[in-house]
């Protein structure tokens, strides 16, 4: 049980980085970083495929979360049968 919980793990850390990484960014280029950028002004809500990947984000983070915690579960119980 253990070996699959960590092998979901890797999984999960190896496709969250990836979703993270495919999201277009809050600012564009370093007049975002200086001004703040025009998202901050208009507040405008992300579309289409940035809003997939956002949606998908939450999802992947909230499994790794799960997972992680049964580890540690696991291994603070390590006579558990399932």
Do not use: C, E, W
Not at 56 to 69: E, H, I, S
């Amino acid at each position: 049980m253990m070996q699959v919980a960590k092998i979901a793990l890797v999984v999960l850390s190896v496709l969250l980085i990836t979703v993270i990484l495919l999201q277009s960014g809050r600012s564009a280029g370093l007049s975002g970083v200086i001004t703040g950028g025009s998202d901050q002004v208009t507040n405008r809500r992300p579309k289409g495929m940035d809003s997939l990947l956002a949606k998908v984000t939450v999802v992947v983070a909230t499994l790794f979360f799960l997972v992680t915690l049964a580890i540690a579960y696991l291994n603070a119980h390590p006579n558990l049968k399932l």
